[in-house]
């Protein structure tokens, strides 16, 4: 399975609300609480009702967090719903991309115990339908990264054993395995156009295909680790996500992004990549990390999150200013679950973080990929367990 480097968590505070809203119960210790523990001097309450999905929204614009939710003031309605894959495949589900609101794609694999196979579901719109794409042998144990072009032009990527697989599809159903010769496992894929297309993955590997199923190995000498997620806003500006964050012109060594703060970029593990432009720029990572490039000035967007532990694994957005960064967070009395925080114009607000299902250190999910379609604003996030979220 995909390995997301989670070293040196930052911390996300976390008290349950209930549907109605409750006032907070102040505390010193965890025995002053019925649930036992206690959090910022206030009791956290974990006994919820299956129908409290967190499925709140908090204005994070100011650094804080969700240990000040005091009532109904701060929730919203239920944003997100879970969908059936249409396999019975509980494995874990990597990324997900769409060519269009009416054509989406989910890869992953099988298990989460080896022998796995990789796993392509595609889905008409909406997550009604969400069908098996039939591979051919030897298209891997699992898929990490789909991109596209167009509806007719789509590639994913992975591994089979420690080797690396790319396939490709004309949209008709049919996947066919390109020849890539002998790579580690890739990880990410992407392209400026049909004739530009980049993979990433382990040992530094960089591989170029001008389209016709043909891949070239770039040579570079930098050492970062592996490539997990690649995007780019023209063939010239490519930035590659790995141990730190990198630009990359698309030929020489792909140069570290530096200046962002104290752990930044080339020290933690930076999961994810996206960008409305050239001049507008987001990474995810360990530590609660979300940075942000805002004309050629690299930053973090604040302290988004405080208290306990976080990563975020991939980010993607709609527009400029409506984005959803996916991943994992814990409290620290041990509650976990797979985590969404949400930007809109409003600011950045956690909009899911796990259900009373789910809630436990043990099996919590973890969200490993996102997509969100530019005409029409919907939402996907796919993970562990079989996992895949829409938001309409």
């Given at each position: ?9 930052a911390?996300?505070?976390l ?46 614009s ?23 894959s ?78 690396g697989?790319?396939l ?12 890539v ?7 990410g ?9 980049y ?11 001008a ?19 690649i ?5 010239n ?62 930053g973090?967007?604040g ?26 967070g ?27 299902k ?10 490993f ?24």
């Open positions: 399975m995909r390995t997301f480097l989670a070293a040196g968590l911390v996300l505070s008290a349950r609300c209930g549907n109605s809203g409750i006032s907070p119960v102040p505390c010193q210790q965890a025995s002053d609480c019925a649930s036992g523990s206690c959090l910022n001097n206030q009791c956290v309450t974990t006994d919820f009702a299956a129908t409290d999905d967190m499925a709140v929204a908090e204005d994070l100011g650094g804080s967090d969700l240990s000040d939710l005091a009532g109904p003031a701060d929730m919203v309605a239920p944003k997100w719903t879970v969908q059936t249409g396999t019975t495949a509980t494995g874990q589900y990597n990324a997900v991309w769409g060519s269009g609101p009416n054509d989406v794609y989910v890869v992953g694999n099988s298990g989460t115990a080896p022998p796995t196979d990789s796993v392509l579901l595609r889905s008409n719109g909406s997550g009604s339908v969400w069908s098996p794409q039939a591979l051919p042998t030897g298209s891997g144990n699992v898929l990490y990264g789909i991109w596209g072009s167009s509806s007719s032009d789509v590639y994913a990527v992975g591994a089979l054993g420690s080797a697989v790319i490709h599809s004309t949209g008709s159903g049919t996947w066919t395995i390109q020849t010769g002998t790579v580690p496992s890739l990880q894929v992407w392209g400026s156009g049909p004739t530009d297309v993979v990433v993955g382990q040992n530094n590997t960089i591989l170029h295909s389209g016709d199923g043909q891949w070239t190995s770039l040579t570079t000498t930098v050492s970062a680790g592996g490539y997990y997620a995007w780019g806003s023209g063939p500006d490519i930035y590659l996500a790995g141990i730190g964050l990198y630009h990359f012109t698309g030929s020489g060594n792909p140069v570290a992004v530096n200046g962002q703060s104290s752990n930044s970029p080339p020290t933690m593990a930076v999961n994810g990549v996206w960008g409305s432009s050239a001049t507008n720029v987001y990474d995810v990572g360990t530590q609660g990390w979300i940075g942000q490039d805002s004309s050629g000035i690299w973090s967007v302290n988004v999150l405080s208290g306990g532990a976080s990563s975020f694994f991939a980010i993607a957005g709609c527009s400029t200013t409506d984005l959803f960064a996916v991943g994992f814990s409290s620290m009395s041990n509650q976990a679950a797979d985590l969404i925080l949400h930007r809109a114009a409003s600011g950045w607000q956690i909009e899911w973080f796990g259900d009373s789910t809630f436990n250190t043990q099996n919590a999910l973890q969200l990929g996102v997509w969100c379609s530019t005409a029409t604003g919907e939402a996907y996030a796919v993970g562990s367990g079989g996992t895949i979220r829409y938001r309409p």
